[in-house]
């Protein structure tokens, strides 16, 4: 498990929400994932959770989920789901951010797709922080790869997330 390691001195106390998903949440958000697969027309055979987290990155006491799905479409693919899902009005989840990467074997440095289900190009939470003290805290993202990792920074902007920043080291 890695995390963040600042000096940064917060305005104000973070929630210190993280925690794993109840039997509900799983549920809603499986659903969702699914369905973000089934719109690229992706099969989800072999579904596999990757560090579904919940967190209040605004201290509102509604959580936030993050995490990751991996499925095997067919022989030597994967698909990749990276996503941040809220509450909408309704009490529903959504993801208010998402990201699918397909792999395919022969396009893979290594030339074995099970490299992605040992976590090489699979994008999962590492930590949150209120970098600018807005009141909400930033998501930060790791995502291994065969020769460095890359790191993303996610702020939200109204009910919708984006990526801020983006970087790797070689």
Known sequence: EMLLATDLKPAKAASGTRRSLTATEKVAIEKLAKETFHKKIILTKELKAVKLTALDVDNDKVPEITGTYICSPKLGERA???FIAAKDKSGAYIFQYS?????????????????IDEGVYVEKL?????????????????????????????????????????ISNY
């Open 80 to 82: 990749v789901l990276f």
């Open 99 to 115: 990201s699918v990467a397909e792999f395919r074997e022969d396009e893979l440095m290594s030339q074995e797709i099970q490299s």
């Open 126 to 166: 590492l930590d949150v922080l209120d970098t600018d003290n807005s009141g909400v805290a930033k998501v930060f993202t790791i995502t291994p790869s065969f020769e460095g990792t890359g790191f993303t920074i996610y702020s939200r902007k109204g009910t919708e997330w984006e990526k801020s920043l983006e």
